[in-house]
């Protein structure tokens, strides 16, 4: 993570950007307009309570992450990694028809990657 990211607002832009969100559609999952999450990014707003539990429940952000910089970024679960995080959000995104076609495509890459593992 860059050393830039020593502000709450630093670290909320950060993550914003990580997953190639606008601002608009980043406000939008967490019930701020743009304007707003703007403020809270430059450090002109003020990140209430409120909007620090709404991100962590939504994202997955690590509460502690968000507060100090210190620390992974994201909630670790017990069944996933920060990688597999960040795919059910993405996952969840896309359309049913476009789920379909990504499952079928990991499945494909899962037969592959035993096949390779058969021949060494």
Same mark, same amino acid.
């Given at each position: 993570?860059?050393?830039?990211?020593?502000?709450?607002?630093?670290?909320?832009?950060?993550?914003?950007?990580?997953? @190639?969100? =606008?601002?608009?559609?980043?406000?939008?999952?967490? &019930? #701020?307009?743009?304007?707003?999450?703007?403020? /809270?990014? $430059? %450090?002109?707003? @003020?990140? =209430?309570?409120?909007?620090?539990?709404?991100?962590? &429940? #939504?994202?997955?952000?690590?509460?502690?992450? /968000?507060? $100090? %910089?210190?620390?992974?970024?994201?909630?670790?679960?017990?069944?996933?990694?920060?990688?597999?995080?960040?795919?059910?959000?993405?996952?969840?995104?896309?359309?049913?028809?476009?789920?379909?076609?990504?499952?079928?495509?990991?499945?494909?890459?899962?037969?592959?990657?035993?096949?390779?593992?058969?021949?060494?």
């Amino acid at each position: 993570m860059p050393t830039t990211t020593t502000t709450i607002g630093d670290r909320i832009k950060f993550f914003r950007k990580s997953l @190639k969100l =606008t601002q608009i559609d980043f406000g939008q999952k967490i &019930g #701020i307009v743009q304007g707003h999450l703007t403020g /809270l990014e $430059t %450090g002109k707003k @003020k990140v =209430t309570e409120k909007t620090i539990k709404v991100l962590c &429940g #939504i994202y997955g952000i690590s509460e502690e992450w /968000l507060r $100090t %910089g210190k620390g992974d970024m994201l909630q670790e679960t017990e069944t996933g990694t920060q990688q597999g995080h960040r795919f059910v959000y993405l996952f969840k995104e896309l359309e049913p028809e476009y789920q379909d076609f990504i499952l079928s495509q990991i499945e494909s890459l899962v037969a592959v990657q035993k096949n390779r593992k058969i021949r060494k």
